[in-house]
């Protein structure tokens, strides 16, 4: 796992089976991005089988078949929809297609689990809504920046056990390394990726909403900006939001496509959660200067200051909950609406961003 590619970043875990042989089968659908296989790891480290794989592009196939070797080779993305054994279609393909996969999934019977951004208009978070409530199957999305950092997992834990009393506020920094020369036309698109607040500040969101335990939130303030990328003149290399949640809790986030090649990772992801009796920072994939590991949180209460190391010692409980989710339509692992609520709260933020000129 190259930890200075963040496109191609894929957390592997121990294996925790949820489930038995050939209980929970998935495929996938769209190799557009490399996160198809940090989704793949997770579910079957938890016990899903991997079945089928199509994409259009072959060379993309090969690369997928040669890591997970146990996987067929599909001749149309039909051959899955329409494949009985399938439980579920997951699928990192380009984001403003992810939605049609989606609904297609359903309608066939199957679950469905998405890269983020899921989505990048709210005309196809309310056709997806409706497609659940007439189906009753489940639509996830992978927001990796918590369920697949364990430090980000371990603060949630803390925060449930009461550890900073009542969460006021989040701080969350989400730079990522662009490698421009290495990215697909696609990605500097913003009607196809969605724009930086939709797609990588999905990310940020998802995991205000959880920390501060809140339903919904309103979007007050998001600017977006090309500093340094003039030659992809609708890209956007820098994005923050100021967000109120409907319980009080306040959030700042910021994400860029500015880490230097100095930097060990792909990102310096910061989180600081404010409670009313202490605080937590989470150094998600590196300490600088110090730790090259990442999964440092450092925990300050009444009690003192706490460092903890957790590369390895938490574990990415997400997987094998939404796979139990998915077969007994229980909500564990994430609610339906929070899973939603995060999507439609960052396509709002990118649409009513202030566009710097400078």
């Not at 042989?21 to 016990?47: C, K, P, T």
């Not at 989040?170 to 009607?191: L, Q, S, Y």
């Not at 319980?247 to 994400?255: C, D, E, I, K, Q």
Request: proline content about 3%; glycine content about 10%.
């Amino acid at each position: 796992m190259d930890k200075s590619d963040g496109m191609n970043y894929a957390p592997t875990g121990e294996i925790k089976k949820v489930v038995n042989e050939e209980e929970f089968n998935f495929s996938v659908i769209g190799l557009d991005h490399g996160h198809i296989y940090g989704m793949s790891n997770g579910l079957i480290e938890a016990g899903a089988e991997l079945k089928i794989v199509y994409d259009q592009d072959t060379e993309k196939v090969k690369s997928f078949k040669e890591h997970f070797p146990q996987v067929k080779i599909a001749n149309s993305a039909d051959e899955i929809y329409s494949n009985p054994e399938i439980d579920l279609i997951a699928s990192a393909s380009i984001p403003v297609d992810r939605h049609k996969v989606g609904i297609k999934a359903l309608e066939n019977g199957k679950h469905y689990f998405s890269d983020k951004p899921g989505f990048t208009t709210l005309e196809q978070i309310k056709s997806a809504k409706e497609k659940v409530a007439d189906t009753g199957l489940k639509w996830g999305i992978y927001y990796s920046e918590r369920l697949h950092v364990e430090s980000a997992v371990f603060a949630g834990q803390l925060i449930d056990e009461g550890a900073i009393g009542r969460v006021i506020q989040v701080i969350g920094t989400g730079p990522h390394r662009i490698r421009a020369d290495k990215r697909p036309d696609w990605f500097f698109d913003p009607e196809k990726y969605g724009g930086i607040l939709c797609d990588i500040g999905s990310h940020q969101i998802e995991q205000f909403l959880h920390y501060a335990d809140a339903e919904d939130a309103e979007v007050l303030h998001s600017k977006i900006a090309n500093y340094n990328h003039k030659d992809y003149s609708g890209f956007h290399d820098f994005g923050d939001a100021t967000l109120v949640a409907d319980n009080g809790a306040t959030f700042y986030f910021r994400v860029d496509w500015f880490t230097p090649d100095g930097l060990g990772s792909w990102g310096d992801g910061r989180v600081t959660i404010l409670g009313t009796e202490g605080y937590i920072e989470i150094r998600k994939y590196i300490d600088i200067a110090r730790d090259s590991k990442g999964d440092h949180l450092y925990l300050v209460d009444n009690d003192g200051e706490k460092h903890y190391e957790l590369n390895s010692k938490v574990g990415f409980p997400f997987f094998g909950e939404f796979i139990l989710d998915c077969l007994k339509g229980t909500e564990n692992s994430m609610t339906q609406e929070h899973i939603f609520k995060a999507a439609e709260l960052s396509i709002k933020a990118q649409n009513k961003a202030v566009w710097i000129e400078r």
